[in-house]
């Protein structure tokens, strides 16, 4: 074989293994792509950070609204949800912040009833007493919380964070059963189910103990 012909061979191999090197670098940078993603936030992911933050927020103005002249047991399961949930509306609002999604949600809710905002457009505006959320307190059940003392603060907030406990619990359920919703988000809400139905447990039985019952649904 001549020196040219070898020149020419080795020019087609060059350009064969560049050829390949490219498809094996577009290859590469898809899979790349793909992966990055996958860890992209779902509308799952963020109206459920979103709405349950704004709902832990509201149990954690409801306990810090008890007033102190209550017995220490009611006391000291008011403190834990302080601290519970607020570390955990801190978690929620650093993926949101990371993500550079809005903290809360022009459409509360959507993400846990999809098509009925798509039928029906955005959700109207409500009065100031109506729930946005499950077992959400109205402006009425706050003011009533902050003017009770002794056992009717008790029973009064025992009530209300029970009904909004188990308001968590069924936004917590959606998204731990949702398929769209990411490995982190369904570990924190399965998290949350446990620790909350443990808390109505135990307010529950203080409830009976002061001759008292559970609110119905709101």
């Given at each position: ?13 060059v ?9 094996l670098?577009?290859?590469?940078w898809?899979n790349?792509?793909?992966?990055a993603?996958s ?10 950070a979103q709405d349950?933050s704004?709902?832990h ?5 409801m ?11 009611v ?9 519970t949930?607020t570390?955990?509306?801190a ?10 999604e809005?903290?809360?949600?022009s ?26 959320m499950?077992?959400?307190?109205s402006?009425?059940d706050?003011a ?11 029973v009064?907030?025992?009530?209300l964070?029970?009904?909004h ?18 490995g982190?988000?369904r570990?924190l809400a ?5 620790e909350?139905g ?7 039985l ?6 008292a ?6």
């Amino acid at each position: 074989m001549t020196r040219r012909a070898m020149t020419a061979v080795c020019a087609v191999g060059v350009a064969v293994l560049l050829v390949i090197a490219g498809l094996l670098a577009g290859v590469a940078w898809e899979n790349h792509r793909a992966e990055a993603r996958s860890h992209e936030p779902r509308p799952v992911d963020v109206g459920f950070a979103q709405d349950m933050s704004v709902h832990h927020d509201q149990a954690i103005l409801m306990a810090q609204t008890l007033a102190r002249d209550v017995a220490p047991e009611v006391r000291g399961l008011a403190d834990r949800i302080v601290a519970t949930q607020t570390a955990e509306a801190a978690t929620m609002r650093g993926w949101l912040d990371w993500f550079g999604e809005p903290l809360t949600s022009s459409e509360p809710m959507s993400w846990m009833h999809p098509s009925e905002h798509d039928d029906h457009g955005p959700t109207p505006q409500v009065d100031d007493n109506t729930p946005p959320m499950p077992g959400f307190a109205s402006s009425d059940d706050l003011a009533r919380l902050a003017s009770a003392h002794g056992v009717d603060a008790e029973v009064w907030f025992l009530q209300l964070m029970i009904r909004h406990h188990e308001g968590g619990v069924e936004m917590a359920t959606a998204a731990q059963n949702s398929d769209e919703a990411s490995g982190a988000t369904r570990r924190l809400a399965l998290a949350m189910i446990t620790e909350q139905g443990d808390e109505i447990g135990q307010m529950t039985l203080m409830l009976k103990a002061r001759d008292a019952e559970p609110l119905p649904p709101a």
